[in-house]
């Protein structure tokens, strides 16, 4: 029996994660800062699945509560096999005049706690010898697009340097690129995408199986979906700056 943690297990991708980990005979630690959700999947799934389910809750953006998650990343007693750092979301205003707190709240989430969660994990999985990492990036960190856009370009990076320096170790990280996926993250950041259908809109479900299988893999980089395959060759062969103008940097601000 092995165990997964998932951050912002309490909704969209995260909650999708739990699920299918769940359905594989995964025990869990859920992580996000809404325990009522958090405890009313732990209950769900230990029912459906009969694994055990851990509810940690947090808000990732808090110093002192996220190292309470690296401590139980790093505990040797209850080793964690698999850390899924999928928590977060987009700030959506301009950043120029917008609101810096927020932007270092959303840097916070996405940047820092992917950082202090994986080092933690890192550190506990090397001493065993197995382990995998599954970090949640975006298409976006393709792109010139903002500051959303500039933190997912970290979490790519920062996963292709990481599977680098594990290599051996039987240590595995993958960095997940999604586009769309219908979820809450829009509404939350108060963006309008109309009536989200048409191909560049995922399903959470496929998306994760997807990064699951990619995961088990081995994959250092998985874009799930023929359609964002075929985006990220274009993008990754145009010059930067043309990525850097109004109309391309655009096709996805905010994400
Ligand atoms: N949906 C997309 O189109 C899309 C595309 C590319 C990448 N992504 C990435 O996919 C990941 C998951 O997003 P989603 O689409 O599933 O969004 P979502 O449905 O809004 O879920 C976001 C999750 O993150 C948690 N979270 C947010 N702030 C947190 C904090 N301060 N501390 C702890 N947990 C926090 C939320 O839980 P609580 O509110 O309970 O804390 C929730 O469980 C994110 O990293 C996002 O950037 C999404």
């Known amino acids: 029996m092995s165990t997964a943690l998932v ?20 025990d869990l630690v859920l992580v996000a800062r809404d325990v009522a959700r958090l405890e009313a999947l732990a209950v769900e799934l230990t029912a459906a699945h ?8 947090a808000d990732l953006a808090d110093r002192e509560q996220l190292e309470r998650v690296a401590e139980r990343l790093r505990d040797p007693s209850r080793a ?21 707190a927020a932007e270092e709240r959303m840097l916070d989430v996405l940047v820092r706690a992917v950082l202090v969660l994986s080092h933690a994990a890192s550190t506990a999985m090397v001493s065993r010898g197995r382990g995998r990492i599954i970090n949640v990036s975006s298409v976006a960190g393709l792109l010139a697009s903002g500051t959303y856009a500039a933190a997912k370009s970290y979490v790519t990076t920062f996963s292709e340097s990481l599977a680098g320096q594990l290599s051996g ?10 586009g769309y ?9 108060g963006i309008d995408k109309g009536d989200r259908s048409g191909p560049f809109w995922l399903e ?22 023929l359609q964002y395959r ?9 010059p930067r ?11 996805h601000r905010k994400p």
């Open 7 to 26: 951050t912002g297990a309490s909704a969209g991708i995260g909650r999708e994660f739990a699920t299918q980990l769940a359905a594989k005979g995964e």
């Open 50 to 57: 009969g694994v055990a389910v851990e509810v940690l809750p």
């Open 80 to 100: 964690i096999d698999l850390l899924v750092n999928n928590a977060g979301f987009s700030v959506n205003s301009r950043f120029v005049d917008g609101d810096v």
């Open 169 to 178: 170790t039987g240590v595995a990280v993958t960095a997940l690129l999604p």
């Open 181 to 189: 996926v219908r979820t809450e993250f829009h509404e939350r950041a």
């Open 204 to 225: 959470a479900s496929d998306l994760v199986r997807t990064a699951l299988a990619a995961a088990e893999s081995g994959k250092v980089i998985c874009v799930p979906s």
């Open 230 to 238: 075929a985006v990220v060759g274009v993008v990754r062969h145009l």
């Open 241 to 251: 700056a043309m990525l850097r103008s109004s109309r391309v940097s655009a096709l």
